[in-house]
């Protein structure tokens, strides 16, 4: 009875011990055997840092569950993190200035809250093997990475993916963007694809050479195309725009094709898509609700369907676009289609050489004076050798 009274206070001193390696507010790993230390965890609860000074390469294995943050900040001498059965991260994942970091393995890794990577020059690749299917918020920059295969979300609310110059290949199976997607200064031929997304908030693609949204319905938000090499813009089922529409500089772009759209709640923006001749990918377009601004080298302008447009009209064309002027003109007026400021100019072809000129303007016509024609009839005949008949003959003809 003696033994086991100093038994037993000694086995729960160990189990106090085992409990508290387990969970604390950081636990900071200055080397592999401080990360083995917590192989027993098979959840920790609180933070686990790696420390800056850290030479060894690091492998939290046993723990299956973070309920906390993983966190590497400025980690110069690490050249591989991995865990081989973690499977979630309920708060951020942070990894920023890990210079040399080149390998990432975390085979059974689904569920993370926040994943905060930024500014890993050595890391190409991911070693995610099933592959993380949610996450709240993900910001993916300056990296090398070259494909974001592992990451294969179904939802998500907040997603940057920039910077990242090796980057070539976006593919997720996204249903919802619940509150912004940014893509930017990536890859030169980086492909977007998202052949499942049904719904977004904000999206913005900048840089890049192809996006495919087939299945997007309907946003909230803005949807802007800006300085994208982007030949063809197809978005078959999308038919509302909450907030603004814009597709600006993109220098390769010949085709849009948004032939359910019947709304925008914002402004609609085209400008300087310098091989974009023919705007007619908007058949069903009725309503703009904010300002329709289209600025570029187009000779066709088709909006069909048009009922509703509340802001200010501006369409300015280096091509001639006299036909499209004239229509959208009978439009205008504070009752009419077009409720606020209307322009329209755009240049056409003169006889015997190229030029621009206006071809309508809001607050006047396009066609010029009687008396402006009967002296360029004038300065014509008498330039001419027909000589003061044919000068009489210029003006009478044209009286």
Request: proline share 3%; hydrophobic share 40%; glycine share 10%.
């Amino acid at each position: 009875m003696s033994v086991l009274r100093y038994i037993v206070p000694a086995l729960a001193a160990a189990g106090r011990l085992v409990a508290a390696q387990c969970s604390a507010a950081t636990t900071t790993i200055q080397n592999q055997a401080d990360a083995s230390a917590l192989a027993s965890c098979t959840t920790f609860t609180g933070n686990i840092a790696i420390a800056s000074g850290t030479t060894d390469n690091i492998a939290l294995n046993g723990i299956q569950k973070i309920d906390g943050s993983l966190i590497a900040n400025n980690v110069t001498q690490m050249t591989q993190l991995s865990a081989s059965s973690l499977e979630t991260i309920t708060h951020q994942f942070g990894l920023n200035g890990l210079t040399i970091l080149s390998t990432l393995n975390f085979p059974r890794l689904t569920n993370i809250d926040t994943i905060q990577w930024e500014a890993l020059p050595a890391l190409q690749g991911l070693s995610f093997t099933t592959g993380v299917q949610t996450a709240a918020s993900v910001s993916i920059q300056n990296t090398e990475l070259n494909s974001l295969s592992g990451i294969n979300l179904q939802v998500v609310d907040k997603m940057i993916i920039a910077n990242n110059p090796y980057l070539n290949d976006i593919t997720a199976h996204l249903g919802n963007i619940t509150t912004a997607l940014t893509v930017e200064a990536n890859g030169r031929n980086l492909s977007v694809n998202f052949p499942n997304l049904l719904w977004a908030f904000n999206m913005t693609f900048r840089n890049c050479s192809r996006v495919n949204i087939p299945s997007l319905a309907s946003l909230n938000g803005s949807l802007g195309f800006y300085s994208n090499e982007i030949q063809s813009l197809m978005a078959p089922n999308l038919t509302t725009v909450g907030g603004s529409l814009s597709f600006v500089s993109n220098t390769m772009l010949t085709n849009i094709s948004l032939p359910s759209l019947t709304t925008v709640n914002g402004g609609f923006q085209l400008a300087n898509n310098t091989m974009l001749a023919n705007i007619d990918g908007f058949p069903h377009l009725k309503t703009v609700a904010g300002a329709l601004d289209f600025n570029g080298n187009f000779t066709n302008v088709s909006l069909p369907a048009i009922s509703d447009i509340r802001g200010a009209f501006n369409m300015q064309s280096s091509g001639d676009i006299s036909a499209a002027c004239s229509m959208f003109q009978s439009l205008s007026g504070q009752n009419n289609v077009i409720k606020g400021k209307f322009t329209c100019a755009g240049g056409q072809s003169k006889p015997g050489g190229a030029g621009t000129s206006p071809t309508g303007t809001s607050g006047g016509s396009s066609s010029s004076s009687t008396a402006k024609s009967s002296a360029n009839a004038l300065m014509v005949a008498s330039t001419s050798s027909v000589g003061f008949m044919g000068v009489l003959a210029a003006i009478f003809g044209l009286l």
